[in-house]
């Protein structure tokens, strides 16, 4: 076990006695405790160094509290044309009275619904940070979406952080969509703070009979931001749950995320874009379970490298043996523009079922010399044919993100950085 | 308007071209033939600014300019254009957005107005006629999933969209269809005028018969070995290469 551990700050924390599910914080705190920080020894964290960052990083293992923001802090940082909900949290605190109230769907703090099975989808023994953050997780939103509900506009879960240096903060979400549902969630964080801060999120996601789940993430908060996202989603008979996570900044950020395929006919997507530069250093590890016959995933990530940045991807693919009939696509391209940058990649399929059609491919590369000279001949500048190609290479990407306004605000974020920075 | 003196190339140290000389006018098109791996798209290359080729030696001299000190860009704003033998598939451009970028780039530095959205279709669909290109060809990403046909009528399409003084035309024949043959003959016939100037890169003399030419040249071993009129280029297609290959190769161990 880490010396970590021993942090006088942390234990404090995991004894802290906060709001409600005893039971969960108990199991978060043993699976943690028989976990540990992540040495470097540990398979799942090889080339993500995060104990080794949140020792040098992290004073104080204390909870960051809510903070005041105001009604215009959130009219200010919505997209351009955004017309759907908005749900605000500081800190990771749910702020109710800043909140939109969505008509038809239940939004209460976790806490209020203190028969939510936390930690049953997201199990803390699989992940130390899922653990840490089922221990001592700061209250929480349940998100409830009735049976043949079609939420049409999208809604935003708008994060402000605003953290003492070296404070943690540990959101927890529970979102659950009835039979039939459809809605789409847009995770969008503000960093007010220009310290190290480590964020711990945990996002539990429970998928009805025939629901439609659209989940996008954009992380951009920054080179000060040490962050774990676990995320996962059990999805049922005719189920789809597609996800998109943006990531444009931060010192480490790492994404677990998993999809459980429990139901057949049912489909699982994950689109990933790491956009990075300085040191930034972001790794996402996605998880995709078939477990039952005649379902699909597709996942395609794509990594653009410049500076002393780093990536990490680890895709794993479980076809179990009664999951005949899977059609499972796998696929990560990543464009180093630096000598310094450094991608590790790794597919890993286990495929125990005999009837699938299963595929992967990684590539790593620089930007396609010949595809530059073609552009450059027909008289556009260098940098701007760099730009239009690695824009091009992002697109693919993007345009999984069927919100125009949020799609919007990520191309032109990208764009900005490809224009001006490479 | 070009004038190329004794120019050597070489790529990863070997050298390609060994002192190619040729002068070429105003209002006169070109045939540059030669047997395979004589340096007839090397030269295309190099004149186009491609990275990967070492000058080592000679001058080009464009409109009075030393082409070889300009970018691939600029030489494209300058009036080169070079019509690729193997033009890319650049999947998420799309083929409209690229040409828009590159047409107002170029009139940028030809001192023009760019062109709104309005006038650029107006402008595209008058030259899409040219080489019978499809709009909905152009409403995808560029040459990503054309037929070969199709590409190279793209290549000339570009070229009349962008109005080039020197266009060299790399292989543009090579793998077409008697058709499509046609079609970019045409295009490239419709382009010419007295003012620009064409080279015309072929291992084949049918391309010929469409694209009549002033002078034909053949290149072997990185030199242009022959010079002559369209009537060369008709023995070349009688004879094959062979013939010359000898004449050079006696005259070397004389």
Known sequence: MSTLIKHETLGEMLNSSSKGFEKARAEGKEAFENQGFPTNKSEEYKFTAISKKLEQSIQNYALAESFEVTAEDVKSNLFEGYTGDVLVFTNGHFQPNLSSAIAGIEVSLLSEKSDTPVGSIAKPAKDPFCALNQAAFTDGIFISVPKKAVVEKPILLLNFNKAINGQVIQPRVWIEAGDFAEVTFINHTVNLSDVTYFSNKVTEIKGGVNSQIRFYKLQNEGKNVIEVSNTETDIHKDGRFSSVTISLSGEMVRNNLSINILGSNSEGNMYGLYLLNGKSHVDNHTNVDHTVPHAESNELYKGILADHSRGVFNGKIFVRQDAQKTNAFQQNNNILLSEDAVVNTKPQLEIWADDVKCSHGCTTGQLDEEALFYLQARGIAKDQAKGLLLYAFAGEVLEHIRDESFRKYCTDLVQDRLGSKF | ?254
């Open chain 2, 1 to 254: 308007m070009l004038s190329i003196k004794n120019l050597h190339a070489s790529i990863e140290g070997t050298p390609i071209l060994r002192g190619i000389n040729l002068e070429v006018k105003a209002g006169e098109v070109h045939a540059i033939m030669g047997p395979n791996g004589s340096g007839k798209s090397t030269l295309a290359s190099v004149l186009a600014g491609r990275e990967e080729y070492e000058v080592t030696e000679g001058e080009v001299i464009f409109k009075g300019i030393d082409l070889l000190e300009l970018s691939p860009e600029v030489r494209a704003r300058e009036g080169v254009f070079l019509a690729f033998q193997y033009p890319v598939e650049i999947p998420g451009v799309s083929s409209t957005n690229f040409l828009r970028t590159a047409v107002n780039q170029v009139r940028e530095y030809r001192g023009l107005e760019p062109l709104d959205a309005v006038k650029f279709l107006t402008l595209m669909k008058e030259k899409m006629k040219l080489v019978e290109i499809d709009q909905k060809l152009l409403s995808r990403s560029l040459n990503e999933g054309f037929s070969g046909g199709e590409k190279k009528r793209n290549e000339i399409f570009q070229m009349a969209m962008l109005d080039p003084t020197l266009s060299i035309l790399d292989e543009t024949d090579s793998g077409l269809d008697i058709d499509a043959l046609r079609i970019v003959s045409n295009g490239v016939n419709q382009l010419k005028s007295d003012k620009n100037a064409t080279i015309v890169v072929t291992h084949y003399q049918r391309l010929l018969d469409y694209i009549v030419p002033d002078f034909v040249h053949v290149l072997y071993n990185g030199r242009i070995v022959k010079s002559g009129t369209k009537e060369l280029a008709m023995e070349l297609e009688e004879k094959g290469y062979d013939w010359i290959k000898e004449e050079v190769d006696s005259k070397a161990t004389v």
